[in-house]
């Protein structure tokens, strides 16, 4: 479904998101230009949330480990849906990253009620891409994401968004409700889901308007809060939980 809604260019939306967040590194500094206090020295502990496949979580580790050196990171995909989960195990066998290593593992989970399985204050980066628009509760989820990261932590979501452009808009709006659901019915003898997937990006908020739910339940956001990637199809959003007396 992402291939369709992107054209296939999510897979380098994903590319540069990791690149963005640079896992591993143990000089990354906090937004407001500190060094992030939660962050540890030894490996990151990331949690990667609706990310079943595996897609986001295998990058975070390729990172971590070619680019930054670093070995020790650690990251736990939670995904609602147990048939992604036992894809995203399947993928991992092709991995340096598959069972004896301890640095993957899979959860099953719902991101607006993880207090059983997270503890507070656990987590040095929280990613979720293309998945917190199925949300029930965002604002929910949000808090959760809150709750589990240390101060300093870094709570990061790639997502379909707003595209900026009027004219491109029009042709993309004209292309997902026009062309999407046809092709899902015709290709996978479903159009329902392809119908239900172009009407949750447009119902997803705007920009401007998640960049003020991020910052509503607690989180510091860097800058404008967001960086459009092929003219606002999609966008990544940041925030960092405040350090301890830190002002939001």
Same mark, same amino acid.
């Given at each position: 479904?992402?291939?369709?809604?992107?054209?296939?260019? !999510?897979?380098?939306?994903?590319?540069h998101?990791?690149?963005?967040?640079?896992?591993g590194?143990?000089?990354?500094?906090?937004?407001?230009?500190?060094k992030?206090?939660?962050?540890? !020295?030894?490996?990151?502990?990331?949690?990667?949330?609706?990310?079943?496949?595996?897609? %986001?979580?295998?990058?975070?580790?390729? !990172?971590?480990? !070619?680019?930054?050196?670093?070995?020790?990171?650690?990251?736990? #995909?939670?995904?609602?849906?147990?048939?992604?989960?036992?894809?995203?195990?399947?993928?991992s066998?092709q991995?340096?990253?598959?069972?004896?290593?301890?640095?993957?593992?899979?959860?099953?989970?719902?991101?607006?009620n993880?207090?059983? %399985?997270?503890?507070?204050?656990?987590?040095?980066?929280?990613?979720?891409?293309?998945?917190?628009?199925?949300?029930?509760?965002?604002?929910?989820?949000?808090?959760? *994401?809150?709750?589990?990261l240390?101060?300093?932590?870094? /709570?990061?979501?790639?997502?379909?968004?707003? #595209?900026?452009?009027?004219?491109?808009?029009?042709?993309?709006?004209?292309?997902?409700?026009?062309?999407?659901?046809?092709?899902? @019915?015709?290709?996978?003898?479903?159009?329902?889901?392809? @119908?239900?997937?172009?009407?949750?990006?447009?119902? /997803?908020?705007? @920009?401007?308007?998640?960049?003020?739910?991020?910052?509503?339940?607690?989180?510091v956001?860097?800058? @404008?809060?967001?960086?459009d990637?092929?003219?606002? #199809? *999609?966008?990544?959003?940041?925030?960092?939980?405040?350090?301890?007396?830190?002002a939001?």
């Amino acid at each position: 479904m992402n291939d369709l809604m992107s054209g296939g260019i !999510h897979r380098l939306w994903k590319d540069h998101f990791v690149r963005s967040l640079n896992p591993g590194n143990d000089a990354s500094l906090s937004p407001s230009g500190g060094k992030a206090g939660g962050l540890a !020295h030894g490996g990151w502990k990331i949690l990667d949330i609706a990310g079943g496949t595996g897609d %986001v979580a295998f990058r975070l580790l390729d !990172h971590a480990t !070619h680019v930054n050196g670093d070995d020790g990171t650690q990251v736990t #995909v939670a995904d609602i849906n147990a048939a992604m989960l036992s894809e995203g195990r399947k993928r991992s066998l092709q991995t340096a990253y598959a069972p004896p290593s301890a640095r993957l593992r899979f959860l099953e989970a719902n991101a607006e009620n993880l207090g059983a %399985v997270i503890p507070d204050n656990s987590i040095d980066l929280y990613t979720v891409a293309f998945g917190i628009r199925n949300f029930t509760n965002k604002r929910a989820a949000l808090r959760e *994401a809150l709750r589990v990261l240390k101060p300093g932590g870094v /709570f990061a979501c790639l997502e379909f968004s707003k #595209v900026t452009n009027p004219l491109l808009d029009a042709l993309y709006k004209r292309w997902s409700f026009g062309a999407i659901p046809l092709i899902g @019915q015709l290709v996978a003898g479903d159009r329902d889901s392809y @119908q239900y997937l172009v009407e949750s990006i447009e119902r /997803f908020p705007s @920009q401007e308007e998640f960049r003020d739910l991020i910052r509503d339940v607690g989180f510091v956001v860097p800058g @404008q809060g967001w960086e459009d990637l092929t003219a606002g #199809v *999609a966008a990544i959003h940041k925030g960092v939980k405040p350090l301890e007396g830190q002002a939001r």
